[in-house]
């Protein structure tokens, strides 16, 4: 079962670009990784999902290195309405394997 | 599209009580998926259920148990209750599930559980 450890917390300014990175050392073959955004009071909210190398979409970027031992959640220009914890999750192609990360509580500041 | 919903939303149980907490999918999905989150253990897995079934389950005890009906909706039962079962649980659905590929999970606003 991969172990996976994030920053507790970061500060940001509004329009800065936010990396916010997740490690999972023993990540296995058919490990898939994904982040979650939360807001209080609210459940996870879906933001990218990859294997490897580099995805990207509408909101966020996903950078898996080559090892896939680490992997990196990129918010572009973030806002005020981008506070909240973010959490990774690995998990097998099974779906029998899964587990988050202690996520990272991300502030920005104006 | 309506998302995941779940119901109650907050609930206050003594120990030794069981509860049932509801949840009901996005239309199409499959499958229903339980996690519980707690400050001191974050995210944790409990089960999937998938076509009526359960294809896959964390590492909980026996007291934690779930069900998915015909037309999706899960519900999930935890009897007698100790005071460490005060935590938020949280419900997804996805089509598939996780362990098919890429397949995107939504999670529902939680049902947060106090027992006193």
């Known amino acids: 079962l991969a172990k996976t450890t994030q920053p507790i917390s970061m500060d940001s300014y509004e329009g800065q670009e936010v990396n916010i990175t997740c490690s999972h050392n023993n990540i296995a073959t058919n490990d898939y990784i994904t982040w979650y955004q939360q807001f209080p009071s609210q459940g996870p909210r879906f933001i990218i999902q990859?294997?490897?190398t580099k995805v990207t979409n509408e909101v966020a970027s996903l950078f898996i290195p080559a090892d896939r031992k680490s992997s990196t959640l990129s918010l572009p220009r973030v806002s005020l309405s981008d506070t909240a914890v973010y959490y990774c999750?690995?998990?097998?192609?099974?779906?029998?394997?899964?587990?988050f990360g202690g996520g990272t509580r991300l502030m920005v500041k104006p | 599209k309506a998302g995941v919903t779940q119901t109650p939303r907050y609930l206050i149980k003594t120990r030794g009580q069981q509860v049932t907490l509801s949840c009901s999918p996005i239309?199409?999905?499959?499958?229903v998926s339980w996690y519980q989150q707690t400050p001191g253990q974050g995210l944790q897995f409990l089960f999937e259920y998938f076509s009526e079934t359960q294809r896959n389950k964390g590492n909980f005890p026996g007291r934690f148990s779930g069900r998915q009906f015909s037309n999706s909706r899960s519900e999930m039962n935890v009897s007698t209750l100790e005071l460490g079962d005060s935590a938020l649980y949280l419900c997804a659905s996805s089509l598939e599930g996780l362990g098919q590929g890429l397949d995107t999970q939504y999670f529902g606003p939680g049902t947060r559980l106090t027992v006193l």
């Open positions: 239309s199409g999905h499959r499958s």
């Open positions: 990859g294997y490897k």
């Open positions: 999750l690995v998990h097998n192609n099974a779906g029998n394997m899964l587990t």
